[in-house]
């Protein structure tokens, strides 16, 4: 709730300075024809930010999943495996990663034999679900950990075998303390989402960086793009909030 | 001979280089009841561990109905499927009512319809005497509850054979007879039962044997009335002094 008021304070703080001389709201105004048109070009960054996010989660998930498995291995060559791939790609940060799957991968690829060219959408979602894959594993990894010992003793006991204990026992009750997580992790996927505007991307930060080249009005319209990105995150921590009462409700 | 139930001959087990379990010699006929004490830390729960194999022994041999627990075969997964057990934390699923708890195992081991594991179930619930907390969460009962659930949960696989490690040392003292009354008219009913419990009244009650454990060893095996009144270890008749005095 807090937030929504720092939200509107922000709001009002920056059009109560809108009269002064050194302010150019005119630019995203509404009311005029240049402000409108600009105010939809600026909007229609979401599309492509929240279809980045959003694929780039699932991805993730589901590669998080295939790496957090090993790492519950009774092996330690698998839980070896799991870790070498979490430190690497949690050590590498976001942008070098970016330029690496789009200008680097589809060398390594040609040089294999597959000719693809990686447009910026797909190296934006590869790179992020790559990246964000060693944090949503290490979720699934403590999920899963923190259920009891004794739980899967009791499920052994009587005659459950080890994919059922997971899929019965132990997988129903982490499921709570990881959809959460998970779901908080998707905040910071929209977050990166912004560092695809620098492969080109036609995103939200994108659409601003483009208007503020035409406009140099860059304080006005890094400043919508932050509300945009605000009521973004609000969104979806609300959702999260709600997801985690459910789960709470459920605990019992 | 009767064929035994359980039988260790020669049992020992370390965990890393510390040693648990030392030449245990154990031979359960079918419906006897054996009763273990000891200090804690002597093995009490590794031995009985051992016997379904939550863990692993290293050396001598484990017979349940004759079949010896190596490797994982059909046969090994059939004898295990004979044994039951309760654990001192009870351990329930706490994402199951208590009528899913009963009814998993019928369902996804024995294959039963829901209809008839439900039965199976409701059953069982009647003989621990809590019919009515079907539908409750294991997180709205007691602890005598939730332990006299556990038990049921393991009785709905039928099995022949039961192990109890400590049921009762995590309840408040007045639940503690609710869930010995449960196992007095379960060991009526010619049940295999090792009961690793210090409630010496119980044992005094169905125990056809007691055993002593001290430091990984069985140091006393023999019928409840000369192991009480002459206990042949100074060790033994130490711990009976200790906790009988309660
Ligand atoms: N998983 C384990 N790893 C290492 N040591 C263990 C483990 N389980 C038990 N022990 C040790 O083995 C000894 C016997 O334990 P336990 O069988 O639980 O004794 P009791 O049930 O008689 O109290 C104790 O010293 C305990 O610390
Ligand atoms: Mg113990």
């Known amino acids: ?252 | 001979m009767q064929q035994a139930a359980i039988e260790l001959v020669g049992v020992n087990k370390w965990f890393d280089d510390f040693q648990v379990l030392t030449d245990i010699d154990l031979t359960v006929a079918p419906g006897e009841k054996i009763v273990v004490c000891g200090p804690s830390g002597s093995g009490k729960s590794t031995m009985v561990r051992c016997i379904n194999r939550l863990e692993r022994h290293q050396s001598g041999t484990i017979r349940i109905d004759g079949v010896e627990l190596v490797g994982d075969g059909r046969d090994v997964r059939g004898a295990l499927a004979e044994i039951g057990m309760v654990f001192q934390q009870f351990n329930l699923f706490p994402h199951l009512t208590v009528l899913e708890n009963l009814m998993l195992g019928p369902v996804k081991v024995r294959g039963k319809k829901r209809a008839e594991a439900e039965a199976i179930a409701r059953r069982y619930l009647d003989r621990v005497h809590i019919p009515e907390q079907a539908d409750k969460y294991p997180g709205q009962l007691s602890g005598g509850q939730q332990q006299r659930v556990a038990i049921a949960r393991s009785l709905c696989m039928e099995p022949r054979i039961m192990l109890f490690d400590e049921p009762t040392s995590a309840l408040d003292p007045e639940m503690i007879s609710e869930v010995l009354d449960v196992m007095v008219e379960l060991a009526g009913g010619g049940m295999t039962m090792i009961v690793v419990t210090h409630e010496m009244g119980f044992a005094r009650k169905v125990a056809d044997r007691m055993i002593f454990m001290d430091r990984g060893r069985i140091v006393e095996d023999s019928p409840p009335g000369p192991f009480f009144s002459a206990p042949a270890s100074d060790r033994c008749r130490d711990f009976l002094d200790r906790i009988l005095q309660h």
């Open chain 1, 1 to 252: 709730m807090y937030r929504l008021i720092t939200a509107a304070g922000l709001l009002l703080l920056l059009s109560g300075c809108s009269s002064s001389a050194n302010w150019g709201w005119y630019v995203i105004d509404p009311g005029t024809e240049r402000g409108w048109i600009n105010i939809r070009f600026l909007l229609s960054g979401f599309t492509n930010t929240i279809l980045l996010s959003v694929i780039a989660a699932v991805l993730s998930m589901a590669l998080g999943l295939m790496v957090a498995l090993p790492g519950l291995s009774p092996s330690r060559g698998w839980r070896w495996v799991n870790r070498i791939y979490v430190e690497f790609i949690r050590s590498i940060p976001l942008l070098p990663m970016l330029f690496w799957v789009f200008y680097g991968l589809p060398v390594v690829l040609k040089s294999v034999g597959i000719k693809v060219s990686i447009d910026p959408f797909w190296g934006a979602i590869i790179t992020l679900a790559l990246a964000d894959s060693a944090f949503t594993a290490e979720i699934y990894r403590a999920g899963i950990e923190s259920i009891a010992k004794g739980q899967r003793e009791a499920a052994q006991t009587i005659g459950l075998n080890r994919h059922q204990t997971m899929r019965y026992v132990i997988l129903p009750q982490a499921i709570r303390r990881i959809l959460p997580p998970l779901a908080n992790q998707f905040i910071y996927i929209v977050k990166m989402s912004a560092f695809a505007s620098v492969i080109g991307m036609q995103e939200l930060t994108r659409r601003a960086n483009e208007l503020v080249v035409t406009e140099y009005r860059p304080l006005e319209l890094y400043s919508f793009l932050i509300l945009e990105y605000l009521v973004l995150v609000l969104v979806i921590s609300q959702g999260v909030r709600w997801l985690e009462r459910r789960m709470k409700v459920n605990e019992r």
